[in-house]
């Protein structure tokens, strides 16, 4: 088993800055790839960004690329989303997951996570 625990979430202003930090435990591995999630309300869960562990790749969905970051310290187990320029639409429910899966064809696809956390909210006022 995989525990997952995000963190970092909260209130901000259009135009500014969140981390989440991601914090693994358990039975996880650096051969993990890894991923952030979202689920705004009334909304289905979408694929914000991905770190491929096989080659360290990045993958990020177009409204962020330039604004997210993801990184991973495999040492401390934990996996970062540094956010800036934040918009009102990335308002939600942010979530973290880990899979035994490596190539962004797949890591853009939450169907082939295996573990995950259970979010954190970042809210982003206008």
């Known amino acids: 088993q995989v525990q997952l625990v995000e963190s970092g979430g909260g209130l901000v202003q259009a135009g500014g800055s969140l981390t989440l930090s991601c914090a693994a435990s358990g039975r996880t591995s650096s051969s993990d790839s890894m991923g952030w999630f979202r689920r705004a309300p009334g909304k289905e869960r979408e694929f914000v960004a991905a770190?491929?562990?096989?080659?360290?790749?990045?993958y990020y969905q177009d409204s962020v690329k330039g604004r997210f970051t993801i990184s991973r310290d495999n040492a401390k187990g934990t996996m970062y989303l540094q956010m800036n320029s934040l918009k009102p639409e990335d308002t939600a429910v942010y979530y973290c997951?880990?899979?035994?899966?490596?190539?962004?064809?797949?890591?853009?696809?939450?169907?082939?996570?295996?573990?995950w956390g259970q979010g954190t909210q970042v809210t982003v006022s206008s």
């Open positions: 997951a880990t899979t035994a899966i490596s190539g962004g064809g797949y890591l853009t696809e939450g169907g082939f996570y295996d573990y």
């Open positions: 770190i491929d562990s096989r080659d360290g790749n990045t």
